[in-house]
């Protein structure tokens, strides 16, 4: 059983930085295409980031955010610098697991945590 929990979100000024979490159990991530998506209230959800060997990013994003993995703790972050209050949303990891399609369609990945909520104050 595949699970994921992510942490890390909070309430941050514009201009701050926050680290999101996401701490995978139930299979190593490593062999997964391992995602960042966001929702904001009355949107749809959206991708951010995503990751395995090569890294993808939204064009809103690039730049300011970059998403890593640590092997040995089966976690993948988020580092998120130079928010700004667009980027106000619940944030969300998911898993795809091979073979992977585009790292980009929230409807690859068949595993989702319960999101964090990240608010960027103006």
């Known amino acids: 059983q595949v699970q994921l929990v992510e942490s890390g979100g909070g309430l941050v000024q514009a201009g701050g930085s926050l680290r999101l979490s996401c701490a995978a159990s139930g299979h190593t991530f490593s062999g997964y295409m391992m995602g960042w998506f966001r929702q904001a209230p009355g949107k749809e959800r959206e991708f951010v980031a995503a990751i395995h060997w090569n890294t993808y990013y939204a064009d809103s994003v690039k730049g300011r955010f970059t998403i890593s993995g640590d092997d040995a703790k089966n976690t993948v972050y988020l580092q998120m610098n130079s928010l700004k209050p667009e980027d106000t949303a619940f944030y969300y990891c998911?898993?795809?697991?091979?073979?992977?399609?585009?790292?980009?369609?929230?409807?690859?990945?068949?595993?989702w945590g319960q999101g964090t909520q990240v608010t960027v104050s103006s």
């Open positions: 998911a898993a795809d697991p091979p073979p992977f399609g585009s790292p980009i369609l929230a409807a690859q990945y068949g595993y």
